[in-house]
């Protein structure tokens, strides 16, 4: 059976680890910095009692002034499941480090992120448009995105 | 070394074994893959952003063309995110209706890979009629239970759209009692084919290991020897109340993918006898407005589908449609170690893989 962790006690537990990382937590819910986020994620994939081999999915948010981007990771050897989530802030050209190095399963979900949403995964060796076409304009998730005119 | 000049070919997108519009651009040296590469999006309908603009209720009808084999199993996922969002209790008859009608369909799914998988194999068509004569009961039972085969969009946040007529009772028990015989058959003839066996066995293997790293669920993850199933590991809905077992293969390779169907066609049949015998009369839909508006806030619902972990990533702002609305597709995530399983391989094997890793295109692209 799989127990979901607390942002308060998710946060205590990186807080170890990369002290400058933790933006704050409510109820199941983590923030932290975006540019820690593949010093998190190296250090919950590898962390005795944690060892989060699983990225169950990656999503991104458009809130107008920033973009969320929600992790959701479960650890199969010790039965846990956790969200943490990073602020972006900027429209141009909003990025985050990629996680591609540690987990695998994050290549297509951080191209469809950047097709879509627009946001730049940093280090990701083959970012490019994955459900649109190599030439479309825009990013069509972003909650301002309209058709061009036909 | 290479032992001839390496060579480009598209495979797709209307290649048959693709099983939709999916290409893969390939490299070969002679026979032998040495490099290739994923291509998607043919199908993509912007399901994400069309749900942006529906009603709660309205998406529902999205999710059924997600999936297309498991529309239910689509369903499902999405009402028990919604049901996160705002805590809504769906009454007991609504429950078992629901997970009734997510076994049928878990069952309909496998049917059609073992078939497409062996159409893949070049048993052409008559395996696959086999596989259909079945299915064909089940879109039935779907047919009494809402008046859809395909698309059914039976669901709803707090239950179910409708109670199950008097007669389908009856059909269902004689499914029952019917199935277990077909699933013996199809042992009998695929399993102990040995030309099945020869084709299939040790080929195109994937580590438990490799395949958590890429994000691989479902039955794909359970081939190679570990046990994981979100309604044993993560039990939603009523689950937890049934006993049934997880098959597990040996090694990851083609056959263990393809005959880990079969075995879980025979769990999900355990557990549609188990609530045969446990339901009970009684209101199968929650007091939920049509105009559902759920606090604000954000949930993750997800489900085991026939391809593996399908979730639902939604945000709402209060309103009357999701803010977001994230579909996390098992398909998409299952091809993520595609190049790992492929390359060293033959082109033949390639169609193979293909088929047993089962993929649907509705889901890849969204």
């Given at each position: 059976m799989l127990t979901y962790l607390t942002g308060e006690s998710l946060a205590q537990r990186i807080e170890v680890a990369c002290p400058d990382a933790?933006?704050?937590?409510?109820?199941?819910?983590?923030?932290?910095?975006?540019?820690?986020?593949?010093?998190?994620?190296?250090?919950?994939?590898?962390?005795?009692?944690?060892?989060?081999?699983?990225?169950?999915?990656?999503?991104?948010?458009?809130?107008?002034?920033?973009?969320?981007?929600?992790?959701?990771?479960?650890?199969?050897?010790?039965?846990?499941?956790?969200?943490?989530?990073?602020?972006?802030?900027?429209?141009?050209?909003?990025?985050?480090?990629?996680?591609?190095?540690?987990?695998?399963?994050?290549?297509?979900?951080?191209?469809?992120?950047?097709?879509?949403?627009?946001?730049?995964?940093?280090?990701?060796?083959?970012?490019?448009?994955?459900?649109?076409?190599?030439?479309?304009?825009?990013?069509?998730?972003?909650?301002?995105?309209?058709?061009?005119?036909? | 070394m290479s032992l001839s000049e390496p060579i480009t070919v598209n495979v797709g997108p209307q290649h048959p074994s693709t099983h939709g519009v999916f290409r893969l651009r390939v490299t070969f040296d002679g026979e032998l893959i040495v490099d290739l590469e994923p291509v998607f999006g043919y199908l993509h309908r912007g399901s994400e952003k069309l749900a942006e603009e529906r009603t709660y209720t309205q998406v529902i009808t999205l999710t059924d063309r997600l999936d297309y084999v498991s529309s239910m199993i689509n369903n499902q996922a999405y009402v028990l995110a919604c049901e996160k969002l705002s805590e809504v209790q769906v009454p007991e008859r609504g429950s078992y209706l629901r997970t009734i009608a997510a076994e049928l369909q878990r069952i309909a799914s496998h049917l059609v890979a073992t078939g497409f998988l062996l159409n893949d194999l070049g048993a052409l068509a008559t395996p696959l009629m086999y596989c259909f004569r079945e299915r064909e009961k089940i879109l039935d039972l779907f047919e009494m239970l809402c008046g859809a085969r395909i698309t059914v969009s039976y669901m709803r946040v707090g239950g179910v759209f409708q109670d199950a007529p008097e007669d389908f009772w009856p059909a269902f028990k004689t499914f029952l009692e019917e199935m277990p015989y077909y699933i013996d058959e199809y042992e009998q003839f695929l399993v102990g084919n040995e030309i099945l066996l020869m084709r299939l066995k040790g080929g195109n293997t994937v580590s438990k290991e490799q395949a958590l790293n890429a994000s691989i669920t479902g039955p794909v993850l359970r081939s190679t020897g570990f046990s994981w199933d979100l309604r044993k590991v993560d039990p939603y809905e009523i689950y937890d109340r049934f006993d049934f077992d997880i098959p597990v293969g040996e090694q990851g390779d083609n056959f263990d993918r393809f005959y880990i169907r079969l075995q879980e066609m025979r769990e999900s049949l355990r557990i549609l006898n188990q609530c045969f015998k446990q339901i009970a009369p009684g209101p199968v839909r929650a007091n939920v407005p049509y105009l559902y508006r759920p606090p604000a806030g954000d949930a993750y619902g997800r489900v085991e589908s026939p391809k593996g972990e399908l979730g639902f990533y939604l945000v709402s702002d209060g309103g009357i449609a999701p803010y977001r609305c994230k579909i996390r597709s098992p398909s998409l995530l299952n091809l993520s170690a595609i190049k790992e399983m492929l390359v060293g391989w033959k082109l033949a094997d390639m169609i193979v893989t293909l088929g047993s890793i089962d993929i649907n295109m509705g889901e890849v692209d969204r």
């Open positions: 933790v933006k704050g937590w409510k109820r199941s819910d983590l923030w932290i910095a975006p540019e820690s986020v593949l010093d998190v994620s190296k250090y919950l994939s590898t962390a005795p009692g944690m060892k989060f081999d699983l990225l169950n999915s990656i999503s991104a948010v458009d809130y107008i002034d920033h973009f969320e981007i929600v992790y959701h990771l479960t650890s199969t050897s010790e039965n846990l499941s956790i969200v943490f989530k990073a602020k972006v802030y900027g429209r141009d050209n909003p990025a985050l480090p990629s996680v591609i190095s540690i987990w695998q399963g994050a290549d297509f979900q951080e191209r469809e992120i950047w097709d879509l949403m627009g946001v730049t995964f940093q280090g990701h060796p083959n970012l490019k448009r994955i459900m649109l076409w190599d030439g479309y304009e825009g990013h069509p998730l972003r909650r301002d995105y309209l058709e061009p005119p036909r | -």
